[in-house]
């Protein structure tokens, strides 16, 4: 039966190609108010996908910024209901120069496709689409029970989507969640991941005198905002990349040596780490392997800061103000609130006199990690194996998907994390891409699974 389904989507693969060109030219920025309707848009075109695949209860739910596309397709309640989570909101395709093509004018090159949201996430969830409408398509059914859940903001944190999902638990309710949202170990080498870190946002500002001022006139007499910036920021790790906050790492749990077996028995090299980042070395929190410090330790990083004057040349200028912003990965026991708690602490106990402060919190997400013995992870690593021919690792993801944890906690879910993106592809930088093999044999094995999850019961 499923050989029919691969013909089936080798025949149309041109027709799906185009398709999904079409997705990714729809510049759906969350994070830019100017984008709204381009996420609207991006939100209709998700309806409508399902709607051709043969999804039924098609609904845009609006929420109090970007919709959530929600669809299903219910046979035998006797069989298990999987919820599949993805998102159509994209990340900002800054900067522009360094983009070899247009950022939403998708083009294939070398058996990859280039375009912002290619591999995060609107190539992974237009996969799952797919893969489900060739199921109908070719065998008149699907072998487990279906539902949709697409939102539009989980580049910006998911704000909506708990309060969401907590009204609508029961248009929720699966036996498992399945998410595209993650990247294999590497080229042909399928990986499951069973734990994603936290995160927690904030924003610095500090703010000077009411205007900037003529640094000859007042050097030396008042606070440059931008230098009590560089202390804040320059007290926040040792010169071994510790975090020096207190009380970050109270809760953060000892690594067993079983995981620490199991990680070094990966075989990932340093080398191979330097390669993907396009750095000469690498840099971290002494007394742990790159894995470890990747994966299971958390981090506090800066991920923006200005202020002053930025133009060609000297203007010489004392700034009225300077801004930084801040993310921290988390792992588990962690706390996002706890956390965001600490840092405000210690950037009030660091903030140099002369300035004023505020902090802004913005993105939240607890940590999570799942049992990798669970029968829908197994069996999702059996499906990866009989499509790549190799066996799927288990692993752990240094990144954050907010809702993870609320499908844990709040519906119940355990949550596999089925990833067919490649560690080199560039989400969030220029020239993201997603590699065709992986988008053909994304789909061939998420049949398997399919097909293989219909007889287990859990």
């Not at 280039?114 to 699907?142: C, P, W, Y």
């Not at 921290?328 to 706390?335: F, G, S, T, W, Y």
């Amino acid at each position: 039966m499923l050989n029919n389904v691969f013909d089936y989507l080798i025949k149309e693969r041109d027709t799906h190609l185009q398709e999904l060109t079409e997705f990714l030219s729809i510049p759906s920025i969350s994070a830019l108010p100017d984008h709204k309707e381009d996420v609207r848009k991006a939100a209709e075109w998700t309806a409508k996908a399902l709607e051709k695949a043969g999804a039924e209860n098609v609904n845009i739910y609006d929420t109090s910024r970007h919709p959530v596309v929600y669809g299903d397709y219910i046979r035998d309640e006797s069989r298990p209901t999987v919820l599949i989570y993805g998102h159509y909101d994209v990340q900002p395709a800054d900067p522009l120069e360094l983009w070899e093509s247009a950022p939403f004018d998708p083009e294939i090159r070398d058996e990859k496709i280039f375009a912002r949201g290619a591999s995060d996430d609107k190539g992974q969830v237009f996969m799952h689409i797919k893969a489900f409408e060739a199921l109908l398509k070719v065998t008149g059914n699907a072998p487990v029970n279906f539902k949709f859940c697409i939102e539009g903001e989980e580049e910006i944190g998911s704000p909506n989507l708990p309060k969401f999902a907590e009204e609508h638990r029961e248009l929720l309710s699966a036996d498992a969640a399945v998410i595209s949202d993650t990247s294999m170990m590497e080229k042909g080498r399928p990986s499951i991941c069973y734990g994603l870190r936290g995160l927690c946002g904030l924003q610095i500002d500090l703010k000077g005198a009411n205007a900037d001022l003529h640094s000859g006139l007042y050097g030396g007499a008042v606070q440059n905002p931008i230098h009590a910036l560089a202390k804040i920021v320059s007290s926040f790790h040792d010169f071994d990349g510790k975090i020096l906050v207190d009380g970050f790492y109270d809760q953060v749990e000892t690594l067993t040596e079983q995981e620490k077996e199991a990680y070094d028995a990966l075989g990932l090299e340093d080398d191979s780490f330097k390669s993907q980042a396009g750095v000469k070395e690498l840099f971290g929190e002494s007394g742990y392997s790159t894995v470890e410090r990747l994966w299971v330790r958390p981090t506090l990083e800066v991920n923006g800061i200005g202020g002053g004057f930025q133009g060609e040349g000297i203007k010489t200028v004392i700034p009225s103000r300077a801004s930084a912003k801040i993310t921290c990965r988390l792992v588990p026991n962690q706390d996002p609130d706890e956390i965001a708690r600490l840092l405000e602490e210690h950037i009030k106990k660091h903030t140099p006199p002369g300035v004023e402060l505020s902090v802004s919190l913005f993105d939240k997400g607890a940590p999570y990690v799942t049992p990798f013995d669970h029968p829908a992870i197994q069996t999702a690593g059996k499906a990866y194996e009989k499509v790549y021919g190799v066996p799927a690792v288990f692993t752990r993801g240094g990144g954050s998907i907010p809702i993870v944890s609320v499908f844990d906690q709040l519906l119940g879910l355990p949550v596999v994390l089925m990833g067919f993106g490649l560690p080199e592809e560039n989400f969030h930088a220029p020239n993201e891409h997603f590699h065709l093999e992986n988008f053909d044999k994304g789909m061939q094995t998420l049949c398997h699974y399919w097909a293989d999850l219909a007889e287990e019961r859990f």
